[in-house]
């Protein structure tokens, strides 16, 4: 199987994500609503809601709130429904971007998410302009302390697509958007649970940055998952490490 080493790249973007990000509850939220949404309200059938539901747990959710935002994905609340729409656009540099929303007034979101792109030197693109440069995949993650040969083997069985150690030492599975729920229950039925397990939008080609880039390129992203609207923001771009992380 082929090897990626775009990997370490969204792990540096999420984690200086998640260092800054105070709204906890609110990403899990916008997590359960948009993985019934995708997958439907039944967890035995959506792997994602499953693990959704878990990290809502983990961070002392009560039921009648995580009852709420899956009611709301799969359209059974009178709140109001969601729409999910897709912007692309285009960073500092010429980088792609994909940001996914869940809305229920279209007018305002894309109009806070053009100041965005304005504000740190991009631009809101036209549909079909940038989306065809990613795929959507499932992304599984193993630290050191599982054995890779192992979970390359499981990997095969499943029917995964691909398998790579990272520069962390962790061994990342990657499967298609349509075999993810497979793979993932594959290896939680060997006792072999990952670490991270989602689906994301993949670049199959990547624009090189170095340090200003990369630190104009993240101010962009996180303004834009900021956004009360934004569900997930998904670049192209391979970064080199800001000035201000060692």
């Not at 599984?140 to 083997?153: C, G, K, T, V, W």
């Given at each position: 199987?082929?090897?990626?080493?775009?990997?370490?790249?969204?792990?540096?973007?999420?984690?200086?994500?998640?260092?800054?990000?105070a709204?906890v509850?609110?990403?899990?939220?916008?997590?359960?609503?948009?993985?019934?949404?995708?997958?439907?309200?039944?967890?035995a059938?959506?792997?994602r809601?499953?693990?959704?539901?878990?990290?809502?747990?983990?961070?002392?959710?009560?039921?009648?709130?995580?009852?709420?935002?899956?009611?709301?994905?799969?359209?059974?609340?009178?709140?109001?429904?969601?729409?999910?729409i897709?912007?692309?656009?285009?960073?500092?540099?010429?980088?792609?971007?994909?940001?996914?929303?869940?809305?229920?007034?279209?007018?305002?979101?894309?109009?806070?998410?053009?100041?965005?792109?304005s504000?740190?030197?991009?631009?809101?693109?036209?549909s079909?302009?940038?989306?065809?440069?990613?795929?959507?995949?499932?992304?599984?993650?193993?630290?050191?302390?599982?054995?890779?040969?192992?979970?390359?083997?499981?990997?095969?069985?499943?029917?995964?697509?691909?398998?790579?150690?990272?520069?962390?030492?962790?061994?990342?599975?990657?499967?298609?958007?349509?075999?993810?729920?497979?793979?993932?229950?594959?290896?939680?039925?060997e006792?072999?649970?990952?670490?991270?397990?989602?689906?994301?939008?993949?670049?199959?080609?990547?624009?090189?940055?170095?340090?200003?880039?990369?630190?104009?390129?993240?101010?962009?992203?996180e303004?834009?998952?900021?956004?009360?609207?934004?569900?997930?923001?998904?670049t192209?771009?391979?970064?080199?490490?800001?000035?201000?992380?060692?």
């Amino acid at each position: 199987m082929a090897g990626h080493s775009k990997w370490a790249n969204i792990k540096h973007r999420k984690a200086r994500q998640d260092a800054k990000r105070a709204k906890v509850w609110t990403k899990v939220i916008r997590e359960l609503t948009v993985a019934a949404r995708l997958g439907g309200s039944t967890p035995a059938d959506n792997p994602r809601l499953r693990a959704a539901i878990d990290n809502a747990l983990s961070v002392n959710m009560p039921r009648d709130t995580m009852d709420r935002a899956i009611a709301r994905g799969a359209g059974d609340s009178d709140e109001g429904a969601l729409e999910e729409i897709v912007y692309e656009g285009y960073g500092p540099g010429g980088i792609a971007i994909l940001v996914e929303t869940m809305t229920d007034n279209r007018n305002r979101t894309v109009a806070e998410i053009r100041h965005a792109f304005s504000k740190h030197g991009g631009s809101l693109g036209t549909s079909g302009s940038v989306s065809y440069l990613f795929d959507r995949r499932g992304v599984l993650q193993f630290d050191d302390s599982f054995d890779p040969d192992r979970i390359m083997e499981v990997a095969l069985d499943a029917g995964a697509e691909d398998v790579d150690t990272d520069e962390d030492g962790n061994t990342v599975v990657f499967s298609t958007f349509e075999e993810y729920g497979s793979v993932l229950d594959s290896f939680n039925a060997e006792s072999l649970n990952p670490l991270l397990s989602e689906v994301t939008m993949w670049p199959s080609t990547t624009t090189e940055c170095d340090s200003d880039l990369s630190e104009k390129t993240l101010n962009l992203i996180e303004t834009l998952d900021d956004l009360d609207d934004v569900q997930n923001v998904y670049t192209n771009a391979s970064l080199s490490s800001p000035p201000d992380e060692g």
